[in-house]
């Protein structure tokens, strides 16, 4: 590791790596500095839906195509639901600097929007070089510095980044879930309407909220449901006392393992109450744990828009969105519960279904659109669930 605590002045950001790597390049965005785990994404769109997902929250996302911000940013795109989650991603790395904004829905440029954000970015740097080092070695913890000035600690950065916990036994969903019920009525972003109300609602879905986007919650009033989010540490009584017609378990940040000690035997309450239940994401991975399973950490994860996965009832093959680090354990699936979906990319568990009970979960993000609807079908397949459970209307 280098030595000296002042870079080039012509250097404003920096990216100091937990086993002393150090990435420089021009700081933009919010000022300071930020610790999380250092992961790349390979999507070529979306980068604003990345950064507001509350499932990086306590990571830096290193884009690895080139051009992130020329379409600026918007509120209609930002996938926070709750004050709470408002941060998201800690940092964001780039190849090169943003450009203008140049698109009809651009209501601000990215460096006005990384800094109301409070996130930090770099531009400027060798992003293959970081991808690469990842795969090779897995995601580091690091810290992710934007100084003015040029003048940084290296050094104190570089124990900074070391003496970061990590994600293993992190438990974010409480960091990023709301601290109070709410219901939304919103469907999906249609043009010219925007975002239309939902009319008269089929089903009433109670979203058990690690960290949910707001775009699963459209999807749900796009299948004609209106929803309650309640809180991550809501009790399966608090969830049935709503008489929901089926229980979405969202998306979230942080391990599994961690949030699960909480979380998991409430949903076990949940599967046995026999109201359809439907798990993305981190809600995928704490369901396996509420029936039995065991997760584990990845060494890269999953993070892109351009991932192969294969539905093994159909042999059909999905283009989905993906971002997690964590995995069930597919060796450790119980008797009763079975893989219905798996990576083609490194065979990794992509969904479970719970044998003889409307309870079923993918890894992927089905309310994403990278296919662009290859996995909108899991929504109606949860809406056949519910009529077929006998309480929708």
């Known amino acids: 590791m280098t030595k000296s605590t002042h870079p080039p002045a012509a250097h404003t950001g920096a990216l100091v790596l937990a086993d002393g790597t150090v990435f420089l390049g021009q700081g933009l965005g919010a000022e300071g500095a930020a610790d999380g785990e250092v992961c790349f994404n390979t999507a070529m769109t979306g980068y604003q839906e990345i950064l ?59 460096n006005a929007w990384l800094k109301k954000r409070n996130i930090i970015g770099l531009a400027g740097l060798d992003t293959r070089a970081l991808t690469r080092r990842i795969r090779e070695h897995g995601m580091p913890n690091a810290v992710i510095a934007h100084a003015p000035d040029g003048k940084f600690d290296l050094e104190a950065l570089h124990k900074r980044a070391q003496a970061w916990h990590g994600l293993d036994g992190l438990d974010l969903a409480k960091e990023v879930t709301t601290a109070q019920s709410y219901v939304v009525n919103e469907s999906l972003w249609q043009w010219p309407l925007g975002v239309p109300e939902v009319q008269k609602p089929k089903f009433t879905v109670v979203v058990m909220d690690y960290g949910v986007k707001r775009n699963i919650l459209r999807s749900l009033g796009e299948i004609g ?34 949030t699960g000690k909480y979380a998991a035997p409430e949903i076990k309450k949940l599967v046995d109450s026999g109201t359809p239940v439907m798990g ?75 044998e003889g009970k409307p309870v079923f979960s993918v890894q992927y993000h089905p309310e994403a659109s990278p296919g662009p609807q290859d996995s909108h079908y899991l929504f109606e397949h949860f809406a056949k669930l519910m009529k077929k459970s006998g309480k929708a209307a």
């Open 225 to 258: 449901a209106k929803t309650i989010v309640l809180p991550a540490t809501a009790t399966a009584e608090e969830a049935l006392a709503h008489k929901p017609d089926g229980i979405l378990l969202s998306n979230g940040p942080g391990d599994p393992a961690a």
């Open 52 to 110: 507001t997902d509350p499932s990086y929250a306590a990571q830096i996302v290193a884009f690895t195509f080139p051009h992130i911000g020329n379409v600026g940013a918007n509120v209609q795109d930002t996938e926070t639901s709750s004050p709470a989650a408002a941060a998201a991603a800690r940092g964001a790395v780039f190849r090169t600097n943003p450009t203008a904004p140049s698109n009809w829905r651009s209501e601000d440029d990215l």
């Open 280 to 354: 993305v994401c981190l809600g995928h991975q704490m369901l396996g744990l509420a029936l039995g399973a065991k997760t584990l950490k990845m060494p890269q994860g999953h993070h892109g828009a351009n991932h192969p996965v294969q539905d093994k009832s159909t042999g059909k093959v999905e283009i989905v969105s993906m971002n997690h680090g964590f995995a069930i354990d597919r060796d450790t699936l119980p008797k009763g519960v079975k893989e219905t979906h798996v990576s083609l990319f490194d065979g990794s568990n992509c969904g479970i279904a719970l």
